[in-house]
């Protein structure tokens, strides 16, 4: 018998089979609408013969593949159990994290690291390394620049903390704001009254606010001001004292606008200041203020700068592939 047949044989008797119970979450919300996440199920594990039946799964296969796939499955249980459901998106993130942390993103085994509780309950908390860093600094700087591309949850990890803070009582309001229609803030030529015109830059921001807070409540927050979303340059002539303030997209601010932005920082005030500086929109003969602020601020005491990149993204898996592609692009544009 050649080594290849031995090795054949050897994993022919190996093989073994378990049977897991899923008693504990909804069976359709684990196995998906048609079986769709059962089928993500079976193409990350390929060597394995995987059956479900009522509430439980059989897997047939090597041991070591089985423990795998046990880990991963128990993942997703823990997530059920914590959340009631469980997103297609979601559900390729977890069984596509195969290191510690990664675990650790999606399995609730540090309660206190909540932010907030939203609408129904939901959790929101810091699911990444450079997220959770970010949750760390503001507790000892009160200015923070959080840098990194698309989907790497700076945004919203920034509102998370601006809520926690007003839940909290640490600030009387929040401020948002964005540099509106690129970084011209030339509003005149859309339509509508000043709301309709800069709402559609503001969206994300809302959309973050949406997931925190109940929409009665954040109707009224909104009505008196507690809650401010307003383009940048309404910020100017203004202190703002008591609040906490995050500048997204900040990688559109000339080097006046972010200065501007900077200089109204009172007294009791926290600021976040976001951008991704691979996707300005300035026009040519201008240069990002978010690129200069960071390199003259970088060695200032109690202003904290943190670094996020594709290992954060949090939306869908292309989008890490997406950014690691146009990443290499770009270096070899830069060689």
Same mark, same amino acid.
């Given at each position: 018998?050649?080594?290849?047949? +031995?090795?054949?044989?050897?994993?022919?008797?190996?093989? *073994?089979?378990?049977?897991?119970?899923?008693?504990?979450?909804?069976?359709?919300?684990?196995?998906?609408?048609?079986?769709?996440?059962?089928?993500?199920?079976?193409?990350?594990?390929?060597?394995?013969?995987?059956?479900?039946?009522?509430?439980?799964?059989?897997?047939?296969?090597?041991?070591?593949?089985?423990?795998?796939?046990?880990?991963?499955?128990?993942?997703?249980?823990?997530?059920?159990?914590?959340?009631?459901?469980? #997103?297609?998106?979601?559900?390729?993130?977890?069984?596509?994290?195969? @290191?510690?942390? #990664?675990?650790?993103?999606?399995?609730?085994?540090?309660?206190? &690291?909540?932010?907030?509780?939203?609408?129904?309950?939901? #959790?929101?908390?810091?699911?990444?390394?450079?997220?959770?860093?970010?949750?760390?600094?503001?507790? %000892?700087?009160?200015?923070?620049?959080?840098?990194?591309?698309?989907?790497?949850?700076? *945004?919203?990890?920034?509102?998370?903390?601006?809520?926690?803070? +007003?839940?909290?009582?640490?600030?009387? %309001?929040?401020?948002? *704001?964005?540099?509106?229609?690129?970084?011209?803030?030339?509003?005149?030529?859309?339509?509508?009254?000043?709301?309709?015109?800069?709402?559609?830059?503001?969206?994300?921001?809302? &959309?973050?606010?949406? @997931?925190?807070?109940?929409?009665?409540?954040?109707?009224?927050?909104?009505?008196?001001?507690?809650?401010?979303?307003?383009?940048?340059?309404?910020?100017?002539?203004?202190?703002?004292?008591?609040?906490?303030?995050?500048?997204?997209?900040?990688?559109? /601010? *000339?080097?006046?606008?972010?200065?501007?932005?900077?200089?109204?920082?009172?007294?009791?005030?926290?600021?976040?200041? /976001?951008? &991704?500086?691979?996707?300005? @929109?300035?026009?040519?003969?201008?240069?990002?203020? +978010?690129?200069?602020?960071?390199?003259?601020?970088?060695?200032?005491?109690?202003?904290?700068?943190?670094? +996020? &990149?594709?290992?954060?993204?949090?939306?869908?898996?292309?989008?890490?592939?997406?950014?690691?592609?146009?990443? %290499?692009?770009?270096?070899?544009?830069?060689?």
């Amino acid at each position: 018998m050649n080594k290849q047949s +031995l090795n054949n044989h050897l994993n022919f008797n190996t093989l *073994t089979e378990t049977i897991i119970n899923l008693e504990s979450v909804n069976p359709i919300e684990f196995f998906g609408a048609n079986n769709g996440k059962l089928d993500l199920l079976k193409k990350r594990f390929p060597l394995l013969k995987i059956l479900s039946r009522g509430t439980q799964l059989k897997l047939s296969g090597a041991p070591e593949q089985i423990e795998q796939a046990k880990e991963k499955i128990d993942m997703l249980v823990q997530y059920l159990q914590r959340n009631g459901n469980v #997103s297609h998106n979601y559900f390729e993130q977890i069984l596509g994290g195969d @290191d510690a942390e #990664s675990i650790d993103n999606f399995v609730d085994k540090h309660p206190n &690291d909540v932010l907030v509780f939203g609408p129904n309950g939901k #959790s929101v908390r810091a699911r990444t390394q450079n997220q959770k860093k970010m949750v760390a600094s503001v507790e %000892k700087n009160d200015i923070i620049f959080a840098i990194g591309p698309a989907g790497t949850g700076k *945004t919203y990890t920034a509102v998370a903390l601006a809520v926690r803070a +007003l839940k909290n009582k640490m600030v009387k %309001k929040i401020i948002l *704001t964005r540099p509106a229609v690129e970084a011209g803030e030339s509003l005149g030529f859309l339509p509508g009254d000043l709301k309709e015109k800069i709402d559609p830059y503001l969206r994300p921001l809302y &959309d973050a606010l949406d @997931d925190m807070i109940p929409a009665d409540k954040l109707g009224y927050y909104m009505t008196t001001r507690v809650i401010e979303i307003a383009p940048l340059a309404y910020m100017r002539g203004r202190t703002l004292d008591n609040a906490f303030i995050i500048l997204d997209e900040a990688q559109n /601010t *000339t080097d006046l606008q972010i200065k501007m932005f900077l200089t109204r920082i009172g007294s009791n005030a926290k600021a976040i200041i /976001t951008g &991704d500086l691979s996707q300005i @929109d300035l026009p040519k003969n201008q240069k990002s203020g +978010l690129d200069k602020a960071t390199r003259i601020l970088k060695n200032i005491d109690g202003i904290a700068h943190i670094e +996020l &990149d594709e290992e954060d993204v949090v939306r869908h898996r292309l989008v890490k592939a997406i950014i690691r592609a146009y990443d %290499k692009e770009r270096e070899k544009n830069d060689q």
